[in-house]
C-alpha cells in the first residue's frame, strides 16, 4: 500500500459511507451503467451486421457511440461519486496509430464498461457503515472508466466517419 493512502486510513479521513448514502448515490449511475451495456450490445450488433456483409450504417454507428459517451459523461461528471471515488485518474485508452473500427475497440469497450458496472454494483451491494476499502484502490477509478469509454467511443465516431 502506498504511504499516502496508508495515512489517510490511519488518520480516519476516508469518508464513512453508509449503506443508505451508497445506495441513493448510486441509483443513478447504475442505471446509466445498464444503459451503456445494452448500447454496447446494440453496437456490436450493427459491427456484426456489417462484417457480414450488409452494408454498415455509418450514421446509426456514430449516433450509438455518442449515445454511449453521454451516458460515460454523466456519470463522470456526477458529483456525488466523485466525493466518494478518490482514486487517482488514469488514461486508459491510448489511441492506436491508423486506428479503424474494429472488434477490438469494441471489446476494449465492453471490458471498460462491464468493469465500470461491476465496481457500482459492488459498491451498492455494501450492508454495513465502512470507510472505503483498501482494496478497491487497486483498482481503476470510475473516472478512469468513464473517460476511457468516452475516449473508445469517439475513435470508433472518427473510424464510423471513414467507412
Do not use: W
Amino acid at each position: 500500500m502506498t504511504p499516502s493512502y496508508f495515512a489517510r486510513f490511519y488518520r480516519n479521513q476516508e469518508p464513512l459511507i453508509t449503506p443508505e448514502i451508497i445506495k441513493r448515490t448510486l441509483r443513478e449511475p447504475l442505471g446509466l451503467s445498464r444503459d451503456i451495456l445494452d448500447s454496447i450490445d446494440e453496437l456490436d450488433s450493427m459491427l456484426q451486421a456489417s462484417a457480414a456483409g450488409t452494408a454498415a450504417d455509418r450514421k446509426a454507428l456514430a449516433v450509438k457511440s455518442r449515445e454511449i459517451r453521454e451516458l460515460a459523461k454523466k456519470i463522470r461528471r456526477n458529483q456525488t461519486l466523485s466525493t466518494i471515488d478518490l482514486r487517482k485518474d488514469e488514461d486508459l485508452y491510448i489511441r492506436p496509430e491508423n486506428a479503424t473500427l474494429e472488434a477490438d475497440a469494441v471489446d476494449h469497450l465492453r471490458e471498460m464498461a462491464v468493469d465500470l458496472d461491476r465496481q457500482l454494483r459492488n459498491m451498492y451491494s455494501e450492508s454495513s457503515t465502512s470507510t472505503i476499502s483498501v482494496e478497491t484502490y487497486k483498482e481503476h477509478s470510475l473516472e478512469s472508466l468513464a473517460k476511457g469509454i468516452e475516449k473508445v467511443c469517439k475513435s470508433i465516431e472518427a473510424s464510423a466517419k471513414r467507412m
